[in-house]
């Protein structure tokens, strides 16, 4: 059992333990009775601990929390009604439980914060018809308890509204942080990132792990000729012609320019050369028009580098891929080539 669990185990029986002898200390006939509801809306609690630590129950994480923390409550509001001296103390317990929402606000549904700052008013109202206590109670909690709860439940709405507006500010800054804008691939920053905790992970597991160059023949050709837009559509469609082919676990990112860059993990070599031809004859494939109604040719050479024998370090790897691809340029252009370790 973690420790973190022990300690919270062990302090919620000592939470019982002295809430009990508080109870005991009581004048009333009832107090028996009301540990009896004292023990359980302490186990409650407890029991969220359940689904933090147990997988399979983790999605229902916040509804399982809200249901035990109801019962919880009423529990401890029927112990608070069998003990005449605490009965006065009824709207704190409530507030306290209403309080606990504002923790929760930002990840649960906008229906489920009405639902839950408003649900706990049905049985206080039934508890209260049950034990006689309406004269004596019911205006005053509903008096001093309904102005508070309208001020909890705007509060909770703008924590949720804040919560969402930061949301969408961190997706927005992780996207111009992580993916380059022409291509919607991971730039060079991202890409490393990603590679090198994939390349850890091979040389743990013992498994392939290969590093992919590639780069589009005589672009600067394209670019003088055809213009920048038309560069940009050919760099998109390169892109494009990747996602396509790759595996939804494969990296594939930017360097720069016209230059792409691939990680892929637990492939076979044969595989991954045969691979490599059907993105390069994909890429050969392109059409692409200028306005004028001219094809503009594209064509790729790609390098490839596996993980040796050895353990090594992306930047190695990379660098053997840009060996095989300049290798791949100097025999012609648009093909692929394998480093190959000198005998």
Request: proline share 4%; net charge positive.
């Amino acid at each position: 059992m973690q420790p973190v669990l022990l300690v919270m185990v062990y302090s919620g029986i000592v939470i019982i333990l002295l809430t009990s002898i508080w109870d005991w200390t009581s004048s009333s006939e009832n107090k028996l009775m009301a540990i009896y509801f004292r023990i359980p809306a302490a186990v409650a609690v407890s029991l969220i601990l359940i689904p933090i630590y147990v997988k399979k129950v983790q999605r229902y994480l916040v509804d399982l929390s809200l249901l035990l923390s109801f019962i919880s409550f009423c529990c401890l509001a029927i112990n608070y009604l069998l003990l005449p001296e605490r009965t006065p103390y009824l709207p704190a317990i409530l507030f306290y439980f209403i309080s606990s929402f504002l923790i929760l606000a930002p990840i649960i549904s906008r229906w489920k914060l009405v639902f839950g700052l408003f649900i706990p008013f049905l049985p206080i109202y039934l508890l209260l018809f049950l034990f006689s206590k309406m004269d004596e109670y019911l205006f005053s909690i509903f008096m001093h308890v309904i102005p508070t709860h309208a001020f909890l439940l705007l509060a909770a709405l703008q924590v949720k509204r804040n919560a969402e507006q930061n949301y969408e500010i961190f997706c927005k800054s992780y996207q111009l942080a992580t993916i380059d804008s022409l291509t919607k691939l991971l730039n060079r920053g991202a890409w490393e990132n990603q590679a090198k905790l994939e390349l850890q992970r091979s040389i743990r597991e013992h498994t392939s792990f290969a590093v992919v160059t590639g780069d589009i023949d005589l672009f600067k050709n394209i670019n003088d000729t055809h213009g920048h837009p038309v560069g940009d559509r050919v760099i998109r469609s390169v892109a494009d012609c990747f996602r396509q082919h790759l595996r939804s676990y494969d990296l594939v990112g930017r360097l720069g320019g016209e230059e792409f860059i691939i990680a892929l993990p637990n492939i076979d070599k044969d595989k991954l050369i045969l691979l490599c031809e059907r993105m390069r004859e994909s890429v050969e494939g392109l059409t692409i028009n200028t306005e004028s109604g001219e094809r503009v040719n594209i064509s790729i050479s790609i390098g490839i580098a596996f993980l040796g024998n050895k353990p090594s370090d992306l930047y190695s790897l990379m660098k053997l891929s840009d060996d095989a691809l300049y290798s791949a340029k100097h025999k012609g252009r648009n093909r692929v080539e394998l480093f190959k370790q000198a005998p």
